[in-house]
């Protein structure tokens, strides 16, 4: 019988790293001195069909440190353009290793990777490595996006070090283990492009496909009809974004996956107040990736998605160009309708009406004017109990309620829109404050508070007990500023 680590159901068929040398490097994640396992996603092992029950936490901690390496595994650091900001530069994963692709039972592939593991050929300035803090932001934040019904890497994992990292000042260093259906970005696409080697984009492209959009192999101009799919992807998960207040922060081509996904966790964080143009990272100095950009940004990154398919779309590059712009151009007609039936859901609208646009407008009109939380805004149109303002009798919204009410009625009865707006308006998110609070605790090596809210945020649509001193931003002028994830 195998023992410990190899003894945990793993089921690794490792497919990227088989892919051309220029793809990815070959490397280790470099050990750590003193491993101590601080999270691990129980929920999360079981829908991979893992079972770490019997191993005890120092074969874990080695394991999730990447001190030992799990049998087949075949670890790798992959290589990746982006945009940053608009400038196009060379990347690569300089912290992050493909441990190798785990298949869960019903053959559903997951890449398994760990982030802060040490050096790679792509660190460039970096030292490889992350602190405790960001890699328990990304844990607190991925999970709860998933638990919000929006596709998400998720985090299987964390531990420390026990070896500090410089930064400002010294930081306990820490490793996060993330799960996603790929780690394949629009920067994937645009490194092999600008090798300009024909024959790489191919395998890159027929890789792609048949890992993630198998049906497409039967379509004429599959380039054209993958841009299409991807296109509504990343429109359904941007109008989940703009639902539940999210700002990714780091919108760059390189943190954009190819499955749908959100990924990287560095600056994102949730809105409180309502205001499109809140911004909460401190180097989007411009606010290029403030709430209300986020859909133009996504726009914007599939164009460059767009410019690296098109040698493979026409070997003539007008007929090409020309039919990738008609795939993106149809970007904002969706975008609008697909937020407009998003909205519906959000104030419990069946039906489609001309005039439910300005409602829609109206109330977040009013939100903006009288700086209103988004989220709570819902919940006492959903009539949360403890969702308590003065501001919600303002003559205003009773007006505007009066008009809501009737349209309601026009295809639903009020319990019918109750029970659709309680399926997509969260009454917990990860407020700033307590996400600050529980990671300022975890550093002082008190873990109860995060894990308090990693609980609360399992269920964030249910009415749950004494979950009040989660659900208020902080009572506080003080803007709200939050930092790359390094
Ligand atoms: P991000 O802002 O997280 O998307 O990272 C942009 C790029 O910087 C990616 O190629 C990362 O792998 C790399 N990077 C971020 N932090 C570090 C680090 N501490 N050491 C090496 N590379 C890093
Ligand atoms: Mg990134």
Redesign the pocket.
């Known amino acids: 019988m195998k023992s410990g680590i190899n003894n945990i159901n793993w089921n690794f068929d490792n497919s990227y790293s088989k892919l051309p040398e220029s793809f990815k490097e070959h490397i280790k994640p470099i050990k750590v001195k003193r491993p101590e396992l601080v999270l691990l996603n129980e929920g999360l092992a079981k829908e991979l069909d893992l079972n770490f029950s019997h191993v005890g936490k120092e074969e874990l901690s080695a394991l999730f440190a990447g001190n030992v390496l799990p049998e087949n595994s075949n670890t790798i650091a992959q290589a990746y353009a982006g945009h940053?900001f608009g400038n196009f530069t060379m990347?690569?994963?300089?912290?992050?290793i493909l441990i190798g692709e785990h298949l869960s039972k019903d053959k559903i592939r997951h890449d398994i990777q760990f982030k802060g593991s040490g050096?790679t050929a792509?660190?460039?300035n970096?030292?490889?490595?992350?602190a405790l803090g960001p890699m328990l932001r990304e844990y607190i934040i991925s999970e709860s996006m998933h638990n919000l019904n929006i596709p998400t890497t998720r985090s299987l994992a964390v531990v420390k070090t026990g070896e500090n990292i410089i930064r400002e000042v010294n930081l306990e260093g820490a490793i996060l283990t993330r799960v996603a259906s790929s780690h394949i970005r629009v920067g994937t696409f645009q490194y092999i492009a600008a090798r300009n080697k024909i024959d790489e984009l191919k395998i890159l492209f027929d890789y792609v496909v048949k890992r993630h959009f198998p049906k497409l192999d039967e379509s004429k101009n599959k380039p054209i009809e993958f841009l299409k799919i991807v296109l509504q992807k990343q429109i359904d998960l941007v109008v989940n974004w703009m639902r539940v207040g999210f700002i990714h922060g780091?919108m760059?081509t390189?943190?954009m996956s190819i499955a749908g996904e959100t990924i990287?966790y560095?600056p994102c964080a949730f809105m409180d107040i309502y205001d499109p143009k809140t911004v909460f990272s401190s180097i989007d100095q411009m606010g290029r990736y403030a709430y209300c950009n986020q859909p133009i940004i996504t726009k914007w990154n599939l164009s460059r998605l767009a410019e690296s398919l098109i040698p493979l779309i026409d070997d003539e590059q007008n007929k090409a160009i020309e039919l990738a712009t008609k795939i993106i151009n149809s970007f904002e007609k969706k975008y609008e309708d697909k937020w407009l039936e998003m909205m519906r859901q959000k104030i419990g609208l069946f039906g489609e009406e001309e005039k439910d646009k300005f409602l829609i407008l109206d109330l977040l009109t009013w939100m903006h004017k009288k700086k209103v939380d988004y989220t709570n805004t819902f919940g006492h149109l959903m009539n949360v109990e403890n969702i308590k303002d003065k501001v919600y009798d303002d003559i205003e919204l009773k007006e505007w309620k009066k008009r809501w009410e009737r349209r309601l009625l026009v295809n639903s009865s009020l319990e019918k829109s109750m029970k659709l707006m309680k399926s997509v308006n969260p009454l917990i998110i990860p407020r700033n404050h307590k996400v600050e609070e529980s990671l300022q605790e975890a550093n002082q090596n008190n873990f109860k508070p995060l894990n308090n809210l990693i609980k609360v945020l399992e269920k964030p649509y249910n009415n749950q007990n004494d979950i009040q001193e989660y659900q208020y931003p902080k009572n506080s002028k003080e803007k709200y500023q939050t930092f790359?994830?390094?």
């Open positions: 940053q990347l690569g994963d300089g912290r992050a050096k792509f660190s460039r970096g030292d490889g490595r992350a780091v760059n390189d943190n990287d560095g790359c994830g390094t």
